[in-house]
């Protein structure tokens, strides 16, 4: 017990010193420049003080000191402009800027969880294939992306029924299932040929996660976590003789971004994502289309067909 008590008196007096110290450092620095500025001054014009201190260069050290008392806080202010916030929000369609990121390091490890991955899945193929030509500094690619399981029955995505409640529709959901069957086949096409290259080894796998699309989290490198919520609500109309469906937009989803190299609690939240997403991988299961053998990537049925993600 008293060495609880002991630390928690330690915490505290450290805690009063930092807030006296945020204080009264700033009124302390202003009055020390200040004083700097008079006392060379006045030994500019005072002889004995001026004998005394033996310093020829009054007047730029005067100078220098008014300078530095004028953009004290100035200075200090834009120290804490300049620093990057722990956390902050970015728009799904500039998952590009972290991709193109991710793809600068020797080792690129992408995770993504969430609907279909629509918006991911061009800013990936698209840097694979770049690859194939340059592969720079890459020399080892891994993506995992988890969906729903879409030939289950679900309330999201499904058919807006009366007095608004979710109808499982079949058809709706294979047209999903069928997007994301091109997207895998399209991006492991892509990773076989950079694997049969020799500059650089490549994997691309999706897998399925039971319930309906709510998170959307993307984790760069295991360094930066990305994680919105979609508008599960949100409805659609394919044409206007067909039925509104319960379809969200990926590409309208807000993302929170925390970095490693942040605070201990964006650290804290950087780790607590990875293993969630190393956990639903480790339970996951593949889907029918990579049990299967593979066969040509099969257009989207129509109609129902869903909209863009």
């Not at 008014?66 to 200090?76: E, N, T």
């Not at 029924?161 to 895998?184: K, V």
């Amino acid at each position: 017990m008293s060495g609880n008590g002991s630390r928690s008196a330690h915490g505290g007096m450290g805690e009063r010193l930092k807030r006296f110290q945020a204080r009264y450092e700033p009124v302390f620095t202003r009055i020390l420049l200040l004083f700097l500025f008079v006392t060379e001054v006045t030994a500019q014009f005072v002889t004995p003080l001026g004998d005394f201190l033996r310093d020829k260069a009054f007047i730029g050290g005067a100078v220098l000191s008014l300078v530095g008392y004028v953009l004290y806080d100035s200075v200090k202010d834009l120290d804490g402009s300049l620093r990057r916030p722990n956390r902050f929000q970015v728009k799904s369609h500039e998952l590009g800027t972290f991709v193109t990121e991710a793809f600068r390091a020797r080792t690129v490890d992408i995770r993504f969880l969430g609907y279909t991955g629509e918006t991911l899945y061009h800013e990936l193929y698209h840097r694979l294939e770049r690859l194939l030509d340059d592969p720079g500094p890459t020399r080892h690619v891994c993506i995992r992306v988890l969906i729903p399981d879409f030939g289950q029955p679900m309330t999201v995505p499904s058919r807006v029924g009366p007095d608004g409640r979710p109808q499982d529709d079949p058809a709706y959901r294979r047209g999903l299932e069928a997007q994301c069957q091109m997207y895998d086949q399209r991006l492991s096409a892509i990773a076989e040929r950079l694997t049969s290259g020799g500059r650089v080894t490549a994997e691309c796998e999706y897998r399925l996660y039971p319930g309906i699309p709510r998170d959307k989290i993307c984790v760069f490198n295991r360094e930066l976590a990305l994680h919105g919520l979609y508008d599960v609500v949100t409805r659609t109309v394919q044409r206007s003789s067909e039925p509104e469906f319960y379809d969200p937009k990926g590409y309208r989803t807000d993302l929170n971004v925390w970095s490693r190299e942040g605070d201990e609690d964006s650290k804290s939240v950087v780790a607590t994502w990875n293993k969630h997403l190393d956990d639903l991988w480790s339970l996951s299961s593949a889907p029918s289309w990579r049990t299967l053998t593979p066969t040509a990537p099969p257009a989207p049925p129509s109609p129902p067909t869903p909209a863009p993600r």
